[in-house]
């Protein structure tokens, strides 16, 4: 099978398989708060997990980012935007900083250069 004829049948199969569960699932999701970190906490990063909080009832647990100054000022900026007003954890290396539960997320920002 060509990587073209995967990608085909294994769309249709997936928007099938989420069109049947779309309404459970969006209604099921909605009722969680789901823990957020975010990886790359500059300007996207930032402004992305800024409005995930405003839409979606997420508790941001963790923050990275390699520039100290630009991890402390989005932890200040997220504490003060998401309900529990607590300041996420904030690391600048991944190692060991994102270790969330079931129902968590992790956002990764990278903007420019080459990944390999």
């Known amino acids: 099978m060509k990587r073209r ?3 085909q049948a294994s ?3 997936l928007a099938a398989m989420a069109l049947t569960r779309v309404s459970g ?3 099921e999701l909605a009722d969680q708060k789901k823990r957020v970190g975010l990886i790359g906490s500059g300007w996207y990063g930032k402004i992305d997990l800024l409005r995930l909080i405003q839409v979606a009832p997420v508790d941001v ?4 980012d390699v520039d100290r100054r630009t991890l402390a000022e989005a932890a200040d900026i997220v504490a003060s935007r ?3 007003k607590k300041k996420p ?3 600048p290396n991944t190692r060991g900083s994102i270790s969330l539960t079931s129902g968590s997320a992790v ?3 990278f903007i420019g250069g080459s990944v390999p």
């Open 107 to 109: 956002g990764v920002t």
């Open 5 to 7: 004829e995967f990608l």
């Open 25 to 27: 699932l969006a209604a």
């Open 11 to 13: 769309g249709v199969g």
């Open 89 to 91: 954890r904030s690391s």
């Open 61 to 64: 647990v963790s923050l990275c």
């Open 82 to 84: 998401q309900l529990s």
